[in-house]
């Protein structure tokens, strides 16, 4: 599986757009990038994945750089609910795949804390 | 639907006690997972299960074990409790098929202390 990396904490007022880097450089051209948010010790909650192009939804934003080496999650309008713990994970698509190929393996994230 | 739910949400154990953790889903999802948390770190796979009758090991399945006799339900076994053990633990599930983003479903966690 492809590593990630990401810083282990980042401020972000609220209001403003929270951007969270993540860096991938050995990922392979069948991963996907995941991104999962853990608040205060509750379990993970999905956001928001991608391959190549650019994701939106009703969360968040991903943006995928063109070599697939990095992205950045993007919450437009961060709050006070935001603070988590945010997981950058890079993973073949889940579709198709049984067994080991579609677990996710979790590192320590960035805590994300959203100030008043 | 009700999602993902564990049973007990906090438990304290004396070393070399036995307990259950239970994880049942109503989403009629085939996969389920045992994770496990340790504080200020990421969760690590402890057991998975693809369907009814099928199990296999995680990172770190010693000490633990697990059964699948139902789709619904994914009982965590802890057979003689070490204070190593002491951790969050979390039960997931998904999906499989076309259409499917593979987005897990967490429970709310089941946190157990050994003493």
């Known amino acids: 599986d492809a590593k990630t990396t990401q810083p282990p904490s980042m401020d972000c007022a609220e209001g403003r757009a929270a951007n969270l880097p993540c860096n991938h450089s050995t990922i392979s051209g069948n991963e996907y990038v995941y991104w999962y948010r853990q608040i205060h010790s509750q379990g993970p909650q999905y956001i928001i994945h991608?391959?190549?192009n650019n994701e939106t939804n009703e969360m968040a934003s991903l943006i995928i750089t063109e070599d697939r080496k990095s992205s950045t999650l993007i919450l437009p309008h961060a709050t006070l609910r935001d603070t988590a713990v945010y997981y950058c994970?890079?993973?073949?698509?889940?579709?198709?795949?049984?067994?080991?190929?579609?677990?996710?393996?979790f590192g320590k994230g960035t805590k994300l804390s959203v100030k008043p | 639907n009700a999602g993902v739910t564990q049973t007990p949400k906090f438990r304290i154990l004396k070393i070399g006690q036995s307990m259950t953790l239970q994880c049942t889903q109503d989403?009629?999802?085939?996969?389920m997972y045992w994770y496990r948390q340790d504080p200020g770190m990421g969760l690590k796979l402890i057991y998975y299960?693809?369907?009814?009758?099928?199990?296999d090991k995680g990172e770190v399945p010693n000490g633990y074990n697990v059964s699948r006799s139902t789709t619904e339900d994914f009982p965590l076994r802890l057979e003689l409790a070490a204070p190593s053990q002491t951790s969050v633990y979390f039960c997931a599930s998904r999906t499989l098929g076309t259409g499917s983003n593979g987005e897990l479903f967490f429970g709310e966690g089941s946190r157990l202390t050994v003493l």
């Open positions: 991608g391959l190549k």
């Open positions: 299960s693809v369907g009814a009758g099928i199990t």
């Open positions: 994970i890079v993973r073949v698509g889940f579709m198709n795949y049984g067994g080991s190929q579609g677990n996710l393996i």
């Open positions: 989403m009629n999802h085939n996969y």
